[in-house]
């Protein structure tokens, strides 16, 4: 089995945070759907600000209010305004690595969903995994950004000695660029 990304919200800010709470992470409802985040599911955390990582549960906040509350331990971690990322992952049989397709979600810094593309992993005659993001226009055209050797980029910052992590946002960044 391997542990895989399923859905993902980048660089959401939080737009709040609650120290005197049981625990959880509260998300707008809209913008876990939208990404595929269920309600009382686990999801890793990342702080783009200062690097911490922990894990919680999800709970559902007002519908349309873009919110990001941390909650109880979590409220540690962060403070208003710091970007962050949130994964959900699943676990899966290898051989479906060539059927999903996460959903990534990336924010301005007011919450608003700044674009919307999603994973894939093919296979070609030259490797076994070809990975690639496919950016979903607003008009609900999709554009395969080919252009780019995700594989090389990835290859290269790793020997430089970024993280997975690292690496995503660096690609991420230069994809909207690229557009």
């Known amino acids: ?11 959401i800010r939080v737009t709040s945070t609650e120290l005197d709470y049981h625990g959880s992470i509260t998300l707008d409802p809209q913008l876990c759907e939208k990404a ?14 200062n690097g911490a ?14 919110c990001c509350v941390l909650n109880g331990p979590s409220a540690r971690n962060c403070q208003n305004g710091d970007a962050v ?11 479906q690595l060539y059927a999903i397709k996460p959903r990534v979600l990336t924010f301005t ?3 608003e969903i700044e674009d919307t593309l999603h994973y894939e ?12 993001m496919v950016l979903e226009q607003s008009a609900n055209r999709v554009r395969a950004v080919d252009q780019i ?31």
């Open 85 to 95: 990322i949130i994964c959900a992952s699943a676990y899966i049989e290898e051989e």
């Open 1 to 11: 089995m391997l542990q895989v990304v399923r859905a993902k919200l980048h660089g």
């Open 149 to 179: 050797d995700v594989a090389a980029i990835s290859a290269d910052l790793r020997k430089r000695g970024l993280t997975d992590h690292a690496i995503a946002d660096f690609i991420a960044c230069h994809l909207k660029r690229a557009r």
């Open 53 to 66: 990582r922990w894990y919680t549960y999800v709970i559902y906040g007002e519908r349309g209010s873009r």
């Open 36 to 49: 595929g985040i269920r309600p009382l599911e686990f999801v890793d955390i990342f702080n783009k600000s």
């Open 109 to 111: 810094p007011s919450n």
């Open 121 to 132: 992993v093919t296979k070609s005659p030259e490797a076994e995994f070809e990975f690639k």
